[in-house]
Protein backbone atom coordinates (compact mmCIF):
# COMPACT_ATOMS: atom_id res chain seq x y z
CA UNK A 1 0.00 0.00 0.00
CA UNK A 2 1.24 3.51 -0.64
CA UNK A 3 1.82 6.15 2.03
CA UNK A 4 -0.44 8.14 0.21
CA UNK A 5 -3.28 5.75 0.73
CA UNK A 6 -3.64 6.42 4.40
CA UNK A 7 -7.56 7.15 4.48
CA UNK A 8 -8.13 4.63 1.90
CA UNK A 9 -10.26 1.49 2.62
CA UNK A 10 -8.93 -1.63 0.78
CA UNK A 11 -11.17 -4.38 -1.13
CA UNK A 12 -10.52 -6.92 -3.36
CA UNK A 13 -13.32 -6.15 -6.07
CA UNK A 14 -15.71 -3.30 -6.51
CA UNK A 15 -18.66 -3.57 -8.35
CA UNK A 16 -19.90 -0.79 -10.29
CA UNK A 17 -24.15 -1.61 -11.98
CA UNK A 18 -27.12 0.50 -11.80
CA UNK A 19 -29.14 -2.83 -10.45
CA UNK A 20 -29.41 -3.37 -6.69
CA UNK A 21 -30.19 -6.76 -7.47
CA UNK A 22 -27.41 -7.58 -9.43
CA UNK A 23 -24.83 -5.46 -6.78
CA UNK A 24 -26.28 -7.78 -4.38
CA UNK A 25 -25.97 -10.92 -6.37
CA UNK A 26 -22.29 -10.25 -7.78
CA UNK A 27 -21.35 -9.24 -4.09
CA UNK A 28 -23.36 -12.63 -2.66
CA UNK A 29 -20.95 -14.79 -5.43
CA UNK A 30 -17.54 -12.69 -4.82
CA UNK A 31 -18.10 -12.84 -0.90
CA UNK A 32 -18.89 -16.72 -1.34
CA UNK A 33 -14.93 -17.15 -2.24
CA UNK A 34 -14.01 -15.65 0.65
CA UNK A 35 -13.05 -12.29 -1.29
CA UNK A 36 -13.58 -8.81 0.18
CA UNK A 37 -16.33 -6.61 -2.08
CA UNK A 38 -17.56 -3.14 -2.25
CA UNK A 39 -20.40 -1.81 -5.07
CA UNK A 40 -21.06 1.27 -6.73
CA UNK A 41 -24.50 2.05 -8.23
CA UNK A 42 -23.04 3.87 -11.40
CA UNK A 43 -20.24 5.24 -13.12
CA UNK A 44 -19.78 8.56 -11.52
CA UNK A 45 -19.58 7.35 -7.90
CA UNK A 46 -17.27 4.36 -8.75
CA UNK A 47 -14.85 7.45 -10.57
CA UNK A 48 -15.19 9.40 -7.34
CA UNK A 49 -14.06 6.40 -4.75
CA UNK A 50 -11.82 4.54 -6.97
CA UNK A 51 -10.00 7.90 -7.44
CA UNK A 52 -10.60 9.80 -3.87
CA UNK A 53 -12.18 12.38 -5.15
CA UNK A 54 -15.52 11.73 -3.62
CA UNK A 55 -15.99 11.30 0.88
CA UNK A 56 -14.82 7.63 0.61
CA UNK A 57 -11.50 6.29 -1.27
CA UNK A 58 -11.10 2.55 -2.27
CA UNK A 59 -8.45 0.85 -3.38
CA UNK A 60 -9.04 -2.57 -4.68
CA UNK A 61 -7.25 -5.16 -7.44
CA UNK A 62 -10.70 -5.75 -9.70
CA UNK A 63 -13.29 -3.53 -10.99
CA UNK A 64 -16.24 -5.09 -12.40
CA UNK A 65 -18.22 -2.48 -14.77
CA UNK A 66 -21.55 -2.57 -15.96
CA UNK A 67 -21.67 -0.71 -19.33
CA UNK A 68 -24.87 0.59 -19.55
CA UNK A 69 -25.71 2.88 -16.44
CA UNK A 70 -27.50 5.95 -16.04
CA UNK A 71 -25.43 9.25 -14.89
CA UNK A 72 -21.86 7.85 -16.18
CA UNK A 73 -21.81 4.61 -18.27
CA UNK A 74 -19.12 2.02 -18.20
CA UNK A 75 -17.10 3.62 -20.99
CA UNK A 76 -16.93 6.89 -19.72
CA UNK A 77 -15.96 5.72 -16.24
CA UNK A 78 -13.43 3.37 -17.83
CA UNK A 79 -12.17 6.13 -19.50
CA UNK A 80 -11.78 8.66 -16.78
CA UNK A 81 -10.23 6.11 -13.92
CA UNK A 82 -7.24 4.91 -17.35
CA UNK A 83 -7.20 8.53 -17.40
CA UNK A 84 -6.49 8.74 -13.64
CA UNK A 85 -2.78 7.82 -12.23
CA UNK A 86 -4.11 7.03 -8.88
CA UNK A 87 -6.49 4.10 -10.17
CA UNK A 88 -4.21 1.25 -10.63
CA UNK A 89 -6.47 -1.38 -10.96
CA UNK A 90 -7.82 -4.40 -13.28
CA UNK A 91 -11.18 -3.34 -15.02
CA UNK A 92 -13.60 -6.11 -16.35
CA UNK A 93 -16.60 -4.89 -18.43
CA UNK A 94 -19.52 -6.70 -17.72
CA UNK A 95 -22.15 -6.27 -20.77
CA UNK A 96 -25.77 -8.38 -21.56
CA UNK A 97 -24.87 -7.99 -25.06
CA UNK A 98 -22.37 -10.37 -26.49
CA UNK A 99 -22.01 -8.49 -29.88
CA UNK A 100 -18.26 -8.51 -31.41
CA UNK A 101 -18.55 -5.09 -32.21
CA UNK A 102 -20.35 -3.89 -28.38
CA UNK A 103 -17.55 -6.19 -26.90
CA UNK A 104 -14.57 -4.58 -29.02
CA UNK A 105 -15.82 -1.02 -28.53
CA UNK A 106 -16.25 -1.73 -24.53
CA UNK A 107 -12.29 -2.70 -24.83
CA UNK A 108 -11.67 0.17 -26.63
CA UNK A 109 -12.30 2.34 -23.66
CA UNK A 110 -9.41 0.09 -21.29
CA UNK A 111 -11.63 -3.05 -20.14
CA UNK A 112 -8.89 -5.37 -19.60
CA UNK A 113 -11.45 -8.06 -20.82
CA UNK A 114 -15.15 -8.02 -21.04
CA UNK A 115 -17.84 -11.02 -19.50
CA UNK A 116 -20.66 -10.94 -21.05
CA UNK A 117 -23.96 -12.16 -19.04
CA UNK A 118 -25.23 -14.43 -17.73
CA UNK A 119 -22.32 -14.49 -15.16
CA UNK A 120 -21.68 -18.09 -13.71
CA UNK A 121 -20.08 -18.28 -10.16
CA UNK A 122 -17.36 -20.66 -11.96
CA UNK A 123 -17.07 -17.47 -14.13
CA UNK A 124 -16.37 -15.29 -11.88
CA UNK A 125 -13.65 -17.76 -9.84
CA UNK A 126 -11.87 -18.00 -12.93
CA UNK A 127 -11.66 -13.94 -13.31
CA UNK A 128 -10.12 -13.79 -9.48
CA UNK A 129 -8.03 -16.27 -9.85
CA UNK A 130 -6.64 -15.08 -13.51
CA UNK A 131 -5.90 -11.49 -11.77
CA UNK A 132 -4.29 -13.17 -8.48
CA UNK A 133 -7.29 -12.15 -6.38
CA UNK A 134 -8.00 -15.72 -5.27
CA UNK A 135 -5.48 -17.95 -4.02
CA UNK A 136 -5.12 -21.53 -3.82
CA UNK A 137 -6.66 -22.27 -0.18
CA UNK A 138 -9.48 -19.89 -1.02
CA UNK A 139 -10.34 -21.71 -4.22
CA UNK A 140 -12.04 -24.95 -1.73
CA UNK A 141 -14.84 -22.74 -0.30
CA UNK A 142 -17.75 -24.15 -0.66
CA UNK A 143 -20.12 -22.25 -3.09
CA UNK A 144 -23.03 -20.71 -1.76
CA UNK A 145 -27.20 -22.19 -1.88
CA UNK A 146 -28.11 -22.50 -5.11
CA UNK A 147 -29.43 -19.23 -6.23
CA UNK A 148 -32.86 -19.02 -7.20
CA UNK A 149 -33.67 -19.22 -10.89
CA UNK A 150 -35.21 -15.69 -10.61
CA UNK A 151 -31.94 -14.65 -9.44
CA UNK A 152 -29.88 -16.14 -12.20
CA UNK A 153 -33.02 -15.09 -14.85
CA UNK A 154 -31.86 -11.05 -13.54
CA UNK A 155 -28.32 -11.54 -14.06
CA UNK A 156 -29.47 -11.81 -17.72
CA UNK A 157 -30.95 -8.63 -17.76
Known amino acids: HDPDDVNAEYVD ?52 MDKEM ?5 YAATQALRNNPTFRGHIIGITGNALTTQVSEFLSYGVDEVITKPVKR ?24 PLSATL ?3 LNE
Not at 122 to 130: P, Y
Open 13 to 64: VVVVDDSAMNRNLFVRIIESFGVTCSSCENGQEAVDVLTGSGDRFIRCQIVL
Open 70 to 74: PVMDG
Open 122 to 145: ERIGAMLRQYGVLQQQQQQQSPPA
Open 152 to 154: EHL
